[in-house]
T-cell receptor, first 112, second 114 residues
Framework: QQQVKQSPQSLIVQKGGISIINCAYE??????FPWYQQFPGKGPALLIA?????SEKKEGRFTISFNKSAKQFSLHIMDSQPGDSATYFC???????????FGKGTRLSVIA | DAGITQSPRHKVTETGTPVTLRCHQT?????MYWYRQDPGHGLRLIHY???????DKGEVSDGYSVSRSKTEDFLLTLESATSSQTSVYFC?????????????FGPGTRLTVT
């Protein structure tokens, strides 16, 4: 049973456009929702994270939108750049010893 | 990579042989994790450790064992490697006693089983 469902699997966006990646979760106990960015040949790195007490968090060009009632959260990349081309993973976790549960990833390509 | 090293970085081995991958951290974090990454499957948890000698299974633990005798080292052993274990393996660490649940990932080990 996949606890975090991520879409789309791949995404092509024009330079300067908005990239949107969506995730849905099932476990209402989740209270931490990070997004990781991974470049080829590297390990994933934390990009931005949100907790369910807020509906939106923005860091530079990256924004997480969170909808608790719908059990969904999304990553928006504004003014997408070729350097943003990477694989993005959403994840979820909750208090205690539970590890992160990851979505299957979205490969983003930003073309000029 | 937040003070995490993995060794070896690349390995080719034959079916049926045992293989041990090592994760070493210099951050003194309590929690350590082993994931495998495969196309179309994302990151799947194999085993994790929440302290020295304290480990638990993850989603895809069959065929793998782990050991943690020191805070800084977490070993992943493939008892008898199979072609289905060809993958990229990532170690991660976290210090969940703090407010953040952030996990830091190592650079990965690419394992090919022929």
């Amino acid at each position: 049973q996949q606890q975090v469902k991520q879409s789309p699997q791949s995404l092509i966006v024009q330079k300067g456009g908005i990239s949107i990646i969506n995730c849905a979760y099932e476990n209402t106990a989740f209270d931490y929702f990070p997004w990781y960015q991974q470049f080829p040949g590297k390990g994933p790195a934390l990009l931005i994270a949100i907790r369910p007490d807020v509906s939106e968090k923005k860091e530079g060009r990256f924004t997480i939108s969170f909808n608790k009632s719908a059990k969904q959260f999304s990553l928006h990349i504004m003014d997408s750049q070729p350097g943003d081309s990477a694989t993005y993973f959403c994840a979820a976790s909750y208090s205690g010893n539970t590890p992160l549960v990851f979505g299957k990833g979205t490969r983003l390509s930003v073309i000029a | 990579d937040a003070g995490i090293t993995q060794s070896p970085r690349h390995k080719v081995t034959e079916t049926g042989t045992p293989v041990t991958l090592r994760c070493h951290q210099t951050e003194n974090h309590r929690y350590m994790y082993w994931y495998r990454q495969d196309p179309g499957h994302g990151l799947r948890l194999i085993h994790y450790s929440y302290g020295v000698k304290d480990t638990d299974k993850g989603e895809v633990s069959d065929g793998y064992s782990v050991s943690r005798s020191k805070t800084e080292d977490f070993l992943l052993t493939l008892e008898s490697a199979t072609s289905s274990q060809t993958s990229v393996y990532f170690c991660a660490i976290s210090d969940r006693d703090r407010i953040t649940y952030e996990q830091y990932f190592g650079p990965g080990t690419r394992l090919t089983v022929t």
